[in-house]
């Protein structure tokens, strides 16, 4: 009689961790599969404390984007500045559960000062 209870607690601790796993697994949004190499003229600013600073660029028309390039010196000290950048721009796409877009976020990533 002790197989068959320890089979169904065998069963229970493999579904608990299957359903860990799965929620684990979800990613943050899928990537926009329309991104663009742009030059943007803009202000770079900081949020948050270290060590969960992140780097944001708003530009002329007021959108602003997240960086998601490691933080770089460069751009830490000239943040606050106006500047201009290369970029390749693209939009994170937040799903909730039953798989409706529910938030898009602008972001940039290979960032570069431009001339």
């Known amino acids: 009689m002790k197989a068959p209870s320890r089979l169904k607690g065998a069963l229970i601790v493999l579904s608990i961790a299957l359903l860990l796993l799965a929620g684990c697994s979800c990613r943050r949004g899928a990537e926009d599969s329309a991104a663009e190499t742009a030059v943007l003229e803009g202000v770079i600013t900081v949020k948050g404390n270290e060590p969960f600073q ?14 998601a390039d490691r933080l770089t010196p460069d751009f ?4 606050g500045k106006k500047m201009k950048i290369r970029a390749v721009k693209g939009v994170y796409k937040l799903a909730t559960a039953d798989g409706a877009i529910s938030r898009r976020i602008p972001y940039l990533k290979e960032v570069e000062p431009a001339e």
């Open 54 to 67: 992140s780097l944001y660029f708003r530009d002329a028309d007021g959108t602003v984007y997240q960086i």
């Open 76 to 79: 830490l000290e000239s943040a």
